[in-house]
């Protein structure tokens, strides 16, 4: 039996697990997919909101803010690619004045610093490739972008340096409480605790609603993207808005943490959480909607497109803290859209402690600090080169050659603790697949490495867990099939 179970290893369930390591309990998290990371947390913006957007009193607000000033010392804990770079929401007419305003006032009730409405002029000038129609724009300096998935496995990568189990491919399908412990079944058998967790994001309110008399909706909202290669300058240095919608904040234009420029999302509510396909008309809206800040928009040096679905919650706001209406021990973080990214060190720090608070858990006496991730060969100098080939020769062979990524970084990516099992785990780990060429010249190199790593075969290995294997069978195995249908 567990103290803790977290139901879900996105961001808000491994910073969840992370924080949890301050005190002395037994912690596993329960995962639906291969890896962590594999919902919302893997396909977002990756901005750290300054936290204008949400509704002043509102969870959003408030965690949204707590979370966004956590996030450079999380960040540079974890080593982990985070920019502030700032962001500016910018409108053109008198009415996206009077929103802008509104995003101002919102803002300073909210506990934001150093926000800004600038005029035109300035904005041309911090910002040239802006559409010159633009009139004003609130400058929010304290945003900031992160890479989401390496946030997340960072996290999860701390968390289980420091005791944390994780069980992956264990899709939770059931939760009852008996003789005062919590009961969790999933198809790798059934796991108690004396308390749970749900962060199940998109799979939140189906567990929510086994156990409370008060149901939860959770609608998908799904939002599309084109992400440009790196090799060509984003036009802007600062995460450009524009005024925010009903639906969201509405399509952006933004460097990513590793300076490819990213132009999206869409906002659509669907019914299966689980489509995410991009669409001509997303991503047309998604185009014409990015004309407005960047008239000269040039989508030539796209090298992949995509999607991420947000667990919209009908309550519209974040869902924290112990279930109501189920019993004693179930808590949850659910409903976690936009910011939850930006919000969740800070969720995960406040519910953490309730939780602790209630199982009576001591401090622990020790938290070990995070084993440090090898620096990436792309970023060293000559010399460091020199010296890790001499090493360790791993070094000396690039497996991918857009990133320039070698093969001691992708072996490390699979040794970790909570490591990677699948090509998309080794790209989220070191960016092997994540250039030009979308790993079309390394993907099967990197298959063989994973093979020769976890000791499987080619057939086993799958692009992102579940049914995507890479290979079908060998051809022994088709002729002999062929004959005997013949
Ligand atoms: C298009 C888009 C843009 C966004 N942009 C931003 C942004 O710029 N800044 C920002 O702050 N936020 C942004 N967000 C929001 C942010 O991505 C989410 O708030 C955050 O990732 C939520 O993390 P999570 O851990 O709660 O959920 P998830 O990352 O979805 O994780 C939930 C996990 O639970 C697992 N799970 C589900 N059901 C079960 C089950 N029954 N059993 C076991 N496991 C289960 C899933 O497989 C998944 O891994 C955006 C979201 C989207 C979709």
Known sequence: MYDILIIGAGVTGCALARHLCHYQGSIAVIERAEDVADGASKANSGIVHAGFDAKP?????????????MYAKLARDLNVPYDPIGALVIGFSDEDRQTIQKLYDQGVKNGVEELRIIEKEEILALEPNTNPDV???????????VSPYEMTIALAYHAAQNGVE???????????????QWHVITPKGEFTARAIVNCAGLGADELHNMISDQQVRIIPRRGEYYLLDHTVKCPFSRTMFQVPSKMGKGVLISPTAHGNALLGPSAEDIDDGFDTATTRQGLDFVLEKCRLTWPKVNIRPVITTFSGVRAHPDTDDFLIGQVPGAPDGAFEAIGIESPGLSASPAIAEELGDQIAHYLKLPDARLVKPPVPLLKPFAAMT???????????????????????????EIRDAIRRPVGAKSIDGVKRRTRAGMGRCQGGFCSPRVAEILCEELHVSPLDITKSGGESYLLVGTLNDIAKEARGHA
């Open 166 to 180: 994780f069980i992956f491919n264990a899709p939770v399908t059931k939760i009852f409480r008996e003789s005062d």
């Open 382 to 408: 000559e010399e460091e080169r020199a010296a890790a080939c001499k090493e360790n020769p791993d070094y000396g062979r690039i497996v991918c050659r857009c990133e320039v990524i070698t093969e001691a």
């Open 135 to 145: 009139a004003c724009a609130l400058y929010a300096p304290t945003s900031a972008v």
């Open 57 to 69: 009193g509102t969870k959003k607000a408030y965690y949204n803010v707590k979370g966004a000033k």
